[in-house]
């Protein structure tokens, strides 16, 4: 199983990026995808989840209204649209496929991206 994210980097506050995670090797349809996050010195948090049919989505408090997460079960990719960043939103981001069900809890993560650094400068 791979999970490949693309699309971080450097960006200034207010700016907006777009994070792909791109899957292979399992049944994608079969799995929740979720971000998470870890800034220096931080554990991992939680950033947004997405069902595996797509229909519901779940978001931490501090991302809700300006993070998206969406799907395509055809590409088996999900993405994470970020609007009006903020410097406290600097971190590695983190792409995870959990098996069936959905959880906050990066422990319960069956499979795990490389990690993407977002840097947003203020």
């Known amino acids: 199983v791979q999970l490949q994210a693309s699309g971080g980097g450097l960006v200034q506050a207010g700016g907006s990026l777009r994070l792909s995670c791109a899957a292979s090797?399992?049944?994608?349809?079969?799995?929740?995808m979720s971000w998470f996050r870890q800034a220096p010195g931080k554990e991992r948090d939680f950033v947004a989840a997405?069902?595996?049919?797509?229909?519901?989505?779940f978001y931490a408090d501090s991302m809700k209204g300006r993070f998206t997460i969406s799907r395509d079960n055809v590409k088996n990719t999900v993405y994470l649209q970020m609007n009006t960043l903020k410097p406290e939103d600097t971190a590695v981001y983190y792409c995870?496929?959990?098996?069936?069900?959905?959880?906050?809890?990066?422990?319960?993560?069956?499979?795990w991206g490389q990690g993407i650094l977002v840097t947003v400068s203020s």
């Open positions: 997405i069902t595996r049919s797509g229909t519901s989505t």
């Open positions: 995870a496929a959990k098996f069936w069900s959905y959880s906050r809890n990066y422990a319960e993560y069956n499979y």
């Open positions: 090797g399992l049944t994608f349809s079969n799995y929740v």
